[in-house]
């Protein structure tokens, strides 16, 4: 699975948008970009995936740049209860090993009023 | 549905005692899957289970054992409790297949003395 890589930490301001990027450069053609995000002791949160174009759901946006090699997940209006450490993964979409999440530190998003 | 459920939420075991932490889920999922997560780190994949009789292994699977003889149910077993296995530890499911986003559960707090 390609590696992805993210800040360790970001702040934003209670109903600003958040913009947390995430770099994959050696993302496969056939791997997809998942968004989870954890809440603090609570287990992780599915927000949103994408494979080439952009995608919005009630959560959050999913930007992802034309050579895939990264992407932005925006949150449109944070809370204070958007506060949580947040996931890129990429993985492909088969079952087996090859369908496994693999986790990174994530970054932390502390929104603040 | 209840989604995923997990028990214990919390235990505390002494060195060589064992246990077994239960995970079911009622959605049909095929693919289950257990982490273990540990202060500042991301969740590591110990094992996992394709469907019912198959089950492999993650990252971590050392000092711990899986069966799968049900579509619903993935207990994950420690035959002899080490501290090194005091941990956060959560169970997540899918669709084998396709687009579809991991549901985890709420997570078994692990103290081995």
């Known amino acids: 699975d390609a590696k992805t890589t993210q800040p360790p930490s970001m702040d934003c301001a209670e109903g600003r948008a958040a913009n947390l990027p995430c770099n994959h450069s050696?993302?496969?053609?056939?791997?997809?970009v998942y968004w989870y995000r954890q809440i603090h002791s609570q287990g992780p949160q599915y927000i949103i995936h994408g494979l080439k174009n952009n995608e919005t759901n009630e959560m959050a946006s999913l930007i992802i740049t034309e050579d895939r090699k990264s992407s932005t997940l925006i949150l449109p209006h944070a809370t204070l209860r958007d506060t949580a450490v947040y996931y890129c993964i990429v993985r492909a979409n088969y079952g087996g090993s090859q369908g496994n999440l693999i986790f990174g530190k994530g970054t932390k998003l502390s929104v603040k009023p | 549905n209840a989604g995923v459920t997990q028990t214990p939420k919390f235990q505390v075991l002494k060195t060589g005692q064992s246990m077994t932490l239960q995970c079911a889920q009622d959605m049909n999922h095929e693919y289950m899957s257990w982490y273990r997560q540990d202060p500042g780190m991301g969740l590591r994949l110990i094992h996992y289970s394709v469907g019912a009789g198959i089950t492999d292994q993650g990252e971590v699977p050392n000092g711990y054992n899986v069966s799968r003889s049900t579509t619903e149910d993935f207990p994950l077993r420690l035959l002899s409790a080490a501290p090194s296995q005091t941990s956060v530890y959560f169970c997540?499911?899918?669709?084998?297949?396709?687009?579809?986003?991991?549901?985890f559960g709420p997570g078994t707090r692990l103290t081995v003395t």
């Open positions: 997540a499911s899918r669709q084998r297949e396709g687009r579809s986003e991991q549901y």
């Open positions: 050696t993302i496969s053609g056939n791997e997809y």
